[in-house]
């Protein structure tokens, strides 16, 4: 194992997403002697998703897990957003549209894009952001910036155990070590060390293309690209096909090509601003003569396309056969599979928190490896890295709630779950520690039968409250995986789609998405021993290894993460019954009066969510 250069003492560092608020996903990740021992999201705490605010509850709990007493207990702290030039790559060639761009908004929307422009470049250029780290008492020499697309490349390399590997990062901007901004990085990873390669420069972003077309059929920015994704098995992918492809990046001869439009795409913060410049006006048009179910199916060919192009380029470049990926366009899980059906590549690893968030674990493991001098890689067994409590915690939780519940210790709580999916009861499943990333996996779950079609319904009427196009997820035991899917991969972070065997689908309808996919969740024993054991347990009771799988999460508000949150969402009639730890809970005969921290979030996270969808779907058509 690595050592801590000034000994044998072991190496802790600090991973920060972020050195300051206003960046999505803030995150802080804790690494001793190489190896990720806690990876926290702000949002579990602050219960705003996508929390944009500094990540001090997470370091709060990483110092009361770890035992450290301050920052300076680290041996060093990495960030992965660097402060940088809020006007980098704007003026540069490849935007020579950008004056006539900013005098045709500045005409014909003076207010928006005005205040557009103080906000997200004068105020960020001329009054830089508090870096708040540097502001807690900290020694600036332990304060280390990286490169934001290095981050997320370390994130994924440093925990797929892979000798050697092409690294591919792609998100919309992330800053490098000069505070220049680009749309991706790659890297040849060999001898536990990353070289660049090359950057995706900012007027070709395809992840901000993507983006944009997400906020203008309606979805939110940072979240619902997964929506256009769901929504695009939905359309004919040739509609509009050839309008939008010409305001895309596209990649050529070597080369990353952008379009004038994405000197409007970076309004993508700001909706009603993008809506009122010349390119968001041609893509709203575009959706409304051609749907938004094709709209999103062109889109996502583009994604495809031009994505494809570029990763097949640097495979025939550079002969390497093992690719991490890592930036939130990886959250793409239908490219996944495309990258893993490649003909040239052997094995493909996606880390399981993508988007930016993950930085932090990157960032913490790469100045792990400079400092320590040693091999910091490992096959990463699972994703359980968040907070966790112990029986006698959540016994103690429970019974804070009185007789508005029931709860009494099971001999077997997998057993006893299994039993009562088998039955249609849908659990809502609390389990050890929570997941790194945006995938439930198994221990913040929400349990349901795949053999019925109407448990999605259910899920949606009672929890999720989602669009309908959007699909659920199965975990699955590994070793059945080539029984129901025409792979045998294991996929143990659900980020990768296959189809499901024709043999298969009528058996569990539930599990499958419209285009006849699903996003599997294997699982081993070794790495969930007691989730494991309830799709045992199920298998034995119905023949199918497999349960459906959600995030055990009301909609607008992030993963649970306490015991306490558990229950509110049982009170508020989400799911039957609660399994957390080895409990199970039920709803007594007392009236339920939850008025807590994570209903006002709730009610917040609905009346913003409500204003978006009226605001920004007024002149679209309706998803039919």
């Not at 996508?50 to 509850?57: E, I, L, T």
């Not at 680290?74 to 960030?79: L, M, N, Q, S, V």
């Not at 990768?496 to 699982?523: C, L, Q, Y």
């Amino acid at each position: 194992m690595p050592r801590s250069a000034t000994g044998g003492a072991p190496m802790n560092v600090l991973g920060l997403s972020s050195p300051y608020q206003g960046l999505h996903d803030s995150s802080a990740v804790w690494v001793r002697d190489g190896r990720i021992q806690l990876a926290l999201s702000e949002e579990r705490f602050t219960r705003v998703k996508h929390d944009r605010s500094f990540p001090a509850r997470c370091i709060a709990e990483i110092l009361a897990q770890s035992g450290l007493k301050s920052l300076n207990d680290f041996d060093a702290i990495g960030i992965a957003f660097k402060p940088y030039n809020a006007f980098s790559g704007f003026f540069s060639r490849s935007y020579r549209d950008v004056p006539g761009t900013f005098i045709y908004n500045a005409v014909t929307q003076p207010l928006g894009f005005g205040g557009y422009i103080w906000e997200n470049f004068l105020k960020k250029k001329i009054f830089r952001p508090k870096v708040r780290v540097l502001h807690e008492g900290v020694d600036p020499a332990r304060v280390h910036f990286l490169p934001h697309h290095l981050c997320h490349g370390a994130s994924a390399f440093r925990t797929s155990g892979y000798d050697e590997a092409l690294s591919v990062n792609v998100d919309c901007f992330g800053p490098d070590d000069e505070g220049n901004l680009w749309a991706g990085a790659s890297y040849v990873c060999r001898d536990d060390k990353m070289e660049l390669i090359g950057y995706i420069p900012p007027h070709a972003s395809l992840g901000l293309f993507y983006s944009a077309v997400t906020v203008c059929l309606g979805f939110k920015f940072g979240d619902g690209e997964g929506k256009t994704m769901g929504l695009a098995a939905f359309g004919d992918p040739t509609a509009g096909y050839d309008e939008l492809r010409e305001m895309a990046p596209r990649f050529h001869d070597g080369e990353w090509h952008g379009h004038e439009s994405g000197s409007d795409f970076r309004l993508i913060d700001a909706p009603s601003v993008l809506f009122g410049t010349r390119w968001g006006a041609h893509l709203r048009d575009l959706i409304v003569r051609h749907g938004r179910e094709n709209t999103a199916a062109a889109v996502q060919r583009i994604l495809e396309e031009e994505l494809g192009h570029y990763c097949d380029h640097l495979i025939q470049r550079h002969k390497i056969r093992s690719l991490v990926l890592a930036g939130g366009t990886f959250l793409n899980v239908k490219f996944n599979r495309m990258l893993l059906e490649h003909p040239d590549v052997d094995r493909v690893y996606v880390h399981p928190f993508a988007s930016d968030g993950g930085t932090a674990a990157g960032a913490a493991l790469e100045m792990s490896a400079r400092l320590s001098g040693q091999r910091v890689n490992y096959e990463m067994p699972h994703a359980y890295l968040g907070s966790s409590f112990t029986d006698a915690e959540i016994a103690a939780e429970l019974a804070k709630f009185g007789a508005q519940i029931r709860f009494t210790k099971q001999d077997s709580i997998s057993k006893t779950a299994a039993k009562m999916i088998a039955e249609g009861s849908i659990i809502g499943w609390f389990q050890g520690a929570a997941e790194w990333g945006p995938r439930a996996l198994g221990n913040r779950s929400v349990l349901g039968d795949p053999r019925k079609d109407g448990t999605k319904e259910r899920l949606n009427k009672h929890l999720k409250s989602r669009d309908w196009f959007m699909p659920f997820a199965p975990s699955i035991l590994a070793e059945n995986m080539g029984d129901f899917f025409y792979t045998s991969e294991y996929t143990p972070f659900m980020t990768f789609a296959f189809p499901i065997r024709e043999d298969k689908k009528s058996v569990v309808p539930a599990a499958m998405h419209h285009d006849g996919t699903a996003r599997p969740h294997a699982v081993k024993r070794e790495a969930n021993e007691r989730y494991y054991d309830l799709i045992s347990a199920f298998r034995d009771i119905t023949g199918i290894p497999m349960v459906l799988n959600t995030s055990f999460n009301r909609h607008g508000l992030p993963l649970i993460n306490s015991p306490r949150e558990a229950v509110e969402h049982l009170l508020w009639g989400c799911v039957d019954v609660l399994c957390v730890g080895s409990y199970l809970v039920e709803r007594g005969g007392a009236v339920a009066a939850v008025d807590s921290f994570t209903e006002n979030a709730l009610r917040d996270a609905y009346v913003e969510e409500t204003a978006f969808e009226s605001a920004f779907n007024t002149s679209l058509p309706p998803v039919a």
